[in-house]
């Protein structure tokens, strides 16, 4: 029976679904991306070879896989160049398997400068943007003023879409002397894209419909975290798309018969980048840490992930509302130096215990958490292939964690490479 899967983030993102995507390509005949930009980074290892991908879908380094990317992406074009150029340089070819949603819009140089010029206005109430462009991006997008990958092949279009931008992007445009915000020279940078492009651009929700026709089997690859979805996160600290499992219906334009099984991706504590509510975060000595031993830097920006622990009561919210079936549980062997570990089961919210992320999600801010207390197990995970090499307090948090999110765990990392992996 045909398993088509898709593998989303159940916290704030960076949870390591690049390397659980790179596990489960190889048993997939298709892999598609269907939201997010380059503000999300998936990093795979493959002996001593590291990839780094923001927007080609992870399977790519997988001999005879076809990629496609959704039309729920935002692209930056010049971005996605430099990744093939990477691609290039590690001997993978994408000729024939690569492809592009006309309706993909295209992260212009002038979001970025939008992008930062806002951060900048907020001051001490920044959320914490990547800096990327996505967020006006996404707002050309519903405003219907975007600028997608189909644009390309109609100069006369384009043209006359981007002298649009000069009217409602004024503000920001008028005056500039930053390279960013000439249009003419985006306008003939963009020009140079046409040759690149046109073998690249395919009807994704179409290939995608007539592949699962075929029997072909697809695996469904999300960027970020639920907790970081535009509708569903921590808003307004949340990105500006939908990264739950709805995104990837709106984002490949296909039908919700064709994802099969939900595979939520959790690290087995908590990180958070930039901004906004963090009821678990250990501001001390322990999470100084984990941060040390999970290498907790972004893969995108450099910068350094909050650490926090396991928080169950996010991940109910996460599995219940994604419909998560099973979880792979990454960056287990991280736990190994401690001698105990804290899991939080509740908040205490002005003075109520809340077992459910909160409907205000303002109040957020103000939850405590409520922790259970297990053993560590201070022995090494590192590299272990089978569930029973694990120790026994390691096998029973993990058991813990299962029972109360009433799931089953697919999937074990017990470090950064391919093979460092339990299969359950």
Same mark, same amino acid.
């Given at each position: 029976?045909?398993?088509?899967?898709?593998?989303?983030?159940?916290?704030?993102?960076?949870?390591?679904?690049?390397?659980?995507?790179?596990?489960?390509?190889?048993?997939?005949?298709?892999?598609?991306?269907?939201?997010?930009?380059?503000?999300?980074?998936?990093?795979?290892?493959?002996?001593?070879?590291?990839?780094?991908?923001?927007?080609? &879908?992870?399977?790519?380094?997988?001999?005879?896989?076809?990629?496609?990317?959704?039309?729920?992406?935002?692209?930056?074009?010049?971005?996605?160049?430099?990744?093939?150029?990477?691609?290039?340089?590690?001997?993978?070819?994408?000729?024939?398997? !690569?492809?592009?949603?006309?309706?993909?819009?295209?992260?212009?140089?002038?979001?970025?400068?939008?992008?930062?010029?806002?951060?900048?206005?907020?001051?001490?109430?920044?959320?914490?943007?990547?800096?990327?462009?996505?967020? #006006?991006?996404?707002?050309?997008?519903?405003?219907?003023?975007?600028?997608?990958?189909?644009?390309?092949?109609? #100069?006369?279009?384009?043209?006359?879409?981007?002298?649009?931008?000069?009217?409602?992007?004024?503000?920001?445009?008028?005056?500039?002397?930053?390279?960013?915000?000439?249009?003419?020279?985006?306008?003939?940078?963009?020009?140079? !894209?046409?040759?690149?492009?046109?073998?690249?651009?395919?009807?994704?929700?179409?290939?995608?419909?007539?592949?699962?026709?075929?029997?072909?089997?697809?695996?469904?690859?999300?960027?970020?975290?639920?907790?970081?979805?535009?509708?569903?996160?921590?808003?307004?600290?949340?990105?500006?798309?939908?990264?739950?499992?709805?995104?990837?219906?709106?984002?490949?334009?296909?039908? &919700?018969?064709?994802?099969?099984?939900?595979?939520?991706?959790?690290?087995?504590?908590?990180?958070?980048?930039?901004?906004? &509510?963090? #009821?678990?975060?250990?501001?001390?000595?322990?999470?100084?840490?984990?941060?040390?031993?999970?290498?907790?830097?972004?893969?995108?920006?450099?910068? &350094?992930?909050?650490?926090?622990?396991?928080?169950?009561?996010?991940?109910?919210?996460?599995?219940?509302?994604?419909?998560?079936?099973?979880?792979?549980? +990454?960056?287990?062997?991280?736990?190994?130096?401690?001698?105990?570990?804290?899991?939080?089961?509740?908040?205490?919210?002005?003075?109520?215990?809340?077992?459910?992320?909160?409907?205000?999600?303002?109040?957020?801010?103000?939850?405590? #958490?409520?922790?259970?207390?297990?053993?560590?197990?201070?022995?090494?995970?590192?590299?272990? +292939?089978?569930?029973?090499?694990?120790?026994?307090?390691?096998?029973?948090?993990?058991?813990?964690?299962?029972?109360?999110?009433?799931?089953?765990?697919?999937?074990?990392?017990?470090?950064?490479?391919?093979?460092?992996?339990?299969?359950?």
């Amino acid at each position: 029976m045909k398993n088509n899967m898709i593998v989303l983030g159940c916290q704030w993102g960076d949870e390591g679904k690049g390397k659980i995507v790179d596990l489960l390509a190889a048993k997939s005949d298709i892999i598609a991306r269907f939201q997010g930009g380059a503000n999300a980074g998936h990093t795979i290892v493959v002996g001593d070879v590291k990839y780094v991908l923001h927007l080609i &879908p992870s399977g790519i380094i997988h001999p005879g896989k076809s990629c496609y990317i959704g039309n729920g992406v935002v692209l930056d074009p010049w971005g996605f160049l430099e990744e093939l150029d990477f691609l290039k340089s590690k001997g993978i070819d994408y000729a024939g398997r !690569l492809w592009i949603s006309p309706a993909t819009n295209m992260v212009m140089p002038y979001h970025k400068l939008i992008d930062a010029v806002q951060e900048k206005n907020r001051g001490t109430k920044s959320i914490g943007t990547t800096m990327r462009g996505i967020g #006006p991006t996404y707002i050309d997008k519903v405003a219907r003023n975007g600028i997608r990958v189909i644009d390309l092949f109609n #100069p006369d279009r384009l043209k006359k879409r981007l002298e649009f931008q000069k009217t409602i992007k004024a503000q920001y445009l008028t005056g500039s002397e930053d390279e960013r915000a000439d249009l003419e020279l985006t306008f003939n940078k963009l020009m140079d !894209l046409v040759d690149i492009f046109k073998p690249l651009v395919a009807d994704v929700s179409l290939a995608l419909y007539n592949a699962n026709k075929e029997g072909k089997t697809i695996l469904f690859e999300g960027a970020q975290g639920t907790l970081l979805d535009v509708d569903l996160g921590t808003y307004p600290f949340a990105t500006s798309s939908n990264t739950t499992v709805g995104g990837a219906l709106t984002g490949l334009g296909v039908g &919700p018969h064709m994802i099969n099984e939900v595979v939520g991706v959790i690290k087995a504590y908590t990180t958070r980048v930039g901004a906004g &509510p963090f #009821p678990t975060e250990l501001v001390d000595d322990i999470g100084e840490k984990i941060r040390h031993q999970g290498d907790e830097y972004g893969a995108t920006t450099g910068r &350094p992930r909050r650490c926090g622990w396991l928080d169950l009561v996010a991940l109910r919210h996460a599995i219940r509302i994604n419909g998560v079936d099973t979880i792979a549980v +990454t960056k287990l062997d991280v736990l190994d130096c401690l001698d105990e570990i804290k899991v939080c089961t509740s908040y205490i919210i002005n003075g109520i215990t809340m077992n459910e992320v909160p409907l205000d999600l303002s109040e957020f801010a103000h939850a405590k #958490p409520v922790y259970k207390t297990l053993p560590g197990w201070e022995v090494s995970s590192t590299g272990k +292939t089978a569930f029973d090499e694990l120790g026994e307090n390691a096998r029973n948090y993990l058991k813990y964690v299962a029972d109360d999110l009433d799931v089953k765990i697919r999937i074990i990392s017990t470090g950064p490479r391919r093979e460092d992996t339990i299969m359950m």
